[in-house]
């Protein structure tokens, strides 16, 4: 059993360290609610009049579901052009139950 957990706290300490946003704040390792740009380029960034979101679920590192992506955001803020992304990352004891919010701004 000892063994078992070992596996299990290591595969999810080594997942958590993967990202593919440019920046990733900081995580904690039994509650993490943090929020980061998806793009880096910000010279004359215009945020825009309106903001959507969408997101994605994951219990137990077993089971994920939801649409995180940028059109589904935009379609839900009913957004045309896309001027900025933001994300937020919500992790609850080792990764047992996680959420990625996509947060879209523009017009």
């Given at each position: 059993?000892?063994?078992?957990f070992?596996?299990i ?5 080594l997942?958590?360290?993967t990202t593919?946003?440019?920046f990733?704040p900081a995580?904690?390792?039994?509650y ?10 910000y010279n004359n ?8 979101k ?6 137990l590192g077993?089971f994920a579901f ?8 935009a379609?839900?803020?009913k957004i045309?052009t896309?001027k ?7 992790s ?5 139950f ?10």
């Open positions: 059993m000892k063994k078992l070992a596996i706290s290591a595969t999810m300490l997942t958590a360290c593919t946003a440019p990733q995580t904690g390792l039994f993490s609610n943090t929020k980061a740009p998806l793009q880096i380029d960034t215009d945020i825009g009049t309106r903001v959507g969408s997101s994605s679920k994951s219990i077993l939801g649409d995180a992506s940028v059109q589904a955001a379609r839900e803020g045309r896309v900025h992304a933001d994300y937020e990352f919500m609850v004891l080792l990764g047992l996680t959420e990625t919010t996509v947060y879209v701004y523009g017009d």
